[in-house]
């Protein structure tokens, strides 16, 4: 018997599979969530759920920690795992101290379990002769937009906030590299970024991201080198270690390039020299290409 997956039965099956206590079917003809009963199993009217236990529940753990491995409470969130003893309720403890970071993961898990759903309403259409559907994902960047505030770099407003946050990246950098290494790293990198000077440069744009109660957050600035002026060359990305893994720096390049395209910008330059491991595959994302020394987008 078909049925129509509609969001309040999605809502309810939700429920379902989070309680581990009961087990539930659906009954296809009454449209309604009934309690097991192994003898009622019918394939044309009444359906098993599709599966969610307790190590479906920790994989999710697992994974979410694996690909927002840039938070901040990543450490913690990982020696919850490890520990091995009451891993949801601790799990759930670490977030609520993290807002932003508690929002990321339900949103991630409401997905994840969404898809589970559609998989099983797929395999049922499927054996009812239908066209299979489409996944759909919630934006995480509607979350982004609701808890951070974004505005265009202001000198006057920002440029300590800037030097504050680039000294901490170079702390970050020495800690990250102990001994004599992490410091040759980060006056190497401080000397490419020539960070004084993009401070000291009014004619520095970007743009600014801040928390809900103004605590800074993030930044993109980049300049114009040519008379022309239709290069921009990129000249800082930095996201708060508080918030990293959150989509910010993703959120501020998408506004730059925007902005950027609507002025008539050609070409959007970022120095090899900027490019870590992390944020190639965004840029490859956003059309860069990587030309020799450079990596370089093409707006208009």
């Known amino acids: 018997m078909t049925f129509e997956l509609t969001d309040k039965l999605i809502a309810e099956i939700l429920f379902a599979m989070e309680n581990q206590q009961k087990q539930f079917l659906f009954d296809a003809k009454k449209m309604n969530l009934i309690s097991f009963d192994e003898s009622l199993v ?20 697992e994974t979410f920690i694996t690909k927002f491995s840039g938070v901040k409470p990543y450490k913690e969130l990982k020696n919850v795992l490890a520990e091995g003893r009451g891993v949801f309720k601790n799990f759930k403890k670490v977030l609520k101290k993290y807002p932003e970071v508690e929002r990321k993961f339900n949103l991630y898990k409401k997905n994840e379990m969404n ?101 800074f957050a993030g930044c993109i600035l980049y300049s114009s080198n040519t008379k022309e002026k239709k290069i921009v060359a990129f000249a800082a990305l930095f996201v708060n270690q508080n918030y990293r893994g959150l989509g910010i720096a993703k959120e501020l390049l998408d506004r730059s390039l925007s902005f950027l395209r609507d002025k008539g910008i050609h070409f959007f330059i970022i120095s090899n020299s900027f490019v870590s491991n992390a944020l190639e595959p965004l840029l490859v994302q956003f059309g860069f290409e990587k030309k020799g020394f450079a990596f370089v987008t093409e707006l208009n």
Not at 45 to 60: A, K
Not at 127 to 132: D, I, Y
């Open 42 to 61: 019918d394939n044309e009217v009444i359906y098993l759920l599709p599966s969610w236990d307790s190590s479906d529940g920790y994989n999710l753990l």
């Open 115 to 215: 898809f589970r759903i559609i998989e099983w309403y797929n395999s049922l259409r499927e054996s009812w002769g239908l066209e299979k559907l489409n996944q759909e994902y919630d934006d995480c960047n509607n979350l982004i937009q609701e808890d951070f505030i974004f505005r265009p770099y202001d000198y006057k407003l920002d440029r300590k906030c800037l030097a504050l946050e680039f000294n901490n990246f170079l702390e970050e950098i020495k800690n990250q590299f102990p001994g004599e290494l992490g410091f040759v790293l980060s006056d190497y990198w401080k000397m490419q970024s020539e960070i004084k000077n993009i401070t000291s440069n009014k004619s520095v744009e970007g743009f600014v991201c801040h928390t809900l109660l103004d605590e």
